[in-house]
């Protein structure tokens, strides 16, 4: 079955713009995590979506936020990008939560802010 | 406040060696601990996992080790092979259902 697809992969934008990223879960995937992986930094919980419903969020500020979709699709957008921003945005799904203790990542989008 | 440490930002070994990587935690209540390998440009995948009602987990080279009382588990690949470069990943839960807290990871690089 097909994998987790998150589009664009690469994306350049300027300061003081906004970003909306896509991710589509595998098949039958009802829970959506986002992460944003920088340089020394890891994977940062952004946050996670079951249902359609934010579960959980992490310590990002209000510029950054999302959404699910009655099929599972989630979006997220960062408006407003820094500088800082530039990082590779990583999207999981599972199962649901409680069904699942592992993610499958896509291959992520690749944002750089100019 | 970093929850899951990997303190060795890489590392690097011979072909056919072991390969042993650490993660340290700090939160008492993580009780599902995973191991993610990434390569460039591709989202990170799951390797293995070991619940805290064990102490060890093997699956084929991999085996993870959990010590509870130190707050620390550790990856071994043997023998490690020149495929097995990438950068790992610590990542811990505290109950299910819970999100995924990860380290910061480790750059195995293993040379022929």
């Known amino acids: 079955k097909a994998g987790v697809t998150q589009t664009p992969r690469y994306l350049i934008k300027t300061r003081g713009q906004q970003v909306t990223l896509s991710c589509s879960p595998i098949?039958?995937?009802?829970?959506v995590s986002w992460y944003q992986q920088t340089p020394g930094q890891g994977l940062q919980f952004l946050f996670e979506?079951?249902?359609?419903?934010?579960?959980n969020k992490g310590n990002f500020p209000g510029r950054f936020s999302g959404r699910q979709f009655s099929n599972s699709r989630s979006e997220m957008n960062v408006s407003t990008l820094e500088l800082g921003d530039s990082a590779l945005y990583l999207c999981?799904?599972?199962?649901?939560?409680?069904?699942?203790?592992?993610?499958?990542f896509g291959s992520g989008t690749r944002l750089t802010v100019v | 406040d970093q929850q899951v440490k990997q303190n060795s930002p890489s590392l690097s070994v011979q072909e056919g060696r072991i390969s042993i990587l650490n993660c340290d935690y700090t939160?008492?209540?993580?009780?599902?601990f995973l191991w993610y390998k990434k390569y460039p440009a591709e989202g990170p995948t799951f390797l293995i996992s070991?619940?805290?009602?064990?102490d060890k987990n093997e699956d084929g080279r991999f085996t993870v080790f959990l010590n509870k009382s130190a707050k620390h588990l550790s990856l071994h690949i043997v023998p490690s092979q020149p495929g097995d470069s990438a950068v790992y990943f610590c990542?811990?839960?505290?109950?299910?259902?819970?999100?995924?807290?990860f380290g910061k990871g480790t750059k195995l690089t293993v040379n022929p």
């Open positions: 999981a799904s599972s199962l649901a939560p409680g069904q699942d203790r592992g993610y499958t």
């Open positions: 098949s039958g995937h009802r829970s």
């Open positions: 979506y079951f249902s359609e419903t934010q579960r």
């Open positions: 939160n008492s209540m993580f009780d599902y």
């Open positions: 070991i619940s805290s009602i064990k």
């Open positions: 990542a811990a839960s505290a109950d299910v259902g819970e999100k995924l807290v």
